[in-house]
Nanobody, 128 residues
């Protein structure tokens, strides 16, 4: 129904920056909450950032707050994650996710089970 494709991953040295993008096709993008999650080797998927339908509300994991910025351009059906001051512990496969927005709360935006649509992921590797 809705397809999400991430791009922009790559390798960068600690302290560097990367910007990830997620393009959505199908469905009505402007009705979706959008989130970024990541999974490091040997670890479970964890929340990174999320944004509401119009971009008026954002949520961030404490580990990335102040370093990462989530944004969306509804006219282009895209969501972005600007990542600055990258650390080796940021190394992971990053996924974008989408679902119809219900409640405006950290729980509904930060919990993986509250998203029905997922991209294939893009690898981010940060070397020291």
């Amino acid at each position: 129904q809705v397809q999400l494709v991430e791009s922009g991953g790559g390798s960068v040295q600690a302290g560097g920056s990367l910007t990830l993008s997620c393009a959505a096709t199908g469905g009505t993008f402007s009705t979706y909450k959008m989130g970024w999650f990541r999974r490091a080797p040997g670890k479970e998927r964890e929340f990174v950032a999320a944004i509401s339908r119009t971009g008026g509300t954002t949520y961030y994991a404490e580990s990335v707050k102040g370093r990462f910025t989530i944004s969306r351009v509804n006219s282009k059906n895209t969501v972005h994650l600007q990542m600055n001051s990258l650390k080796p512990e940021d190394t992971a496969v990053y996924y974008c996710a989408a679902d119809s927005e219900s409640f405006i709360s950290y729980y509904y935006f930060a919990t993986p089970s509250k998203y029905n649509y997922w991209g294939q992921g893009t690898q981010v590797t940060v070397s020291s």
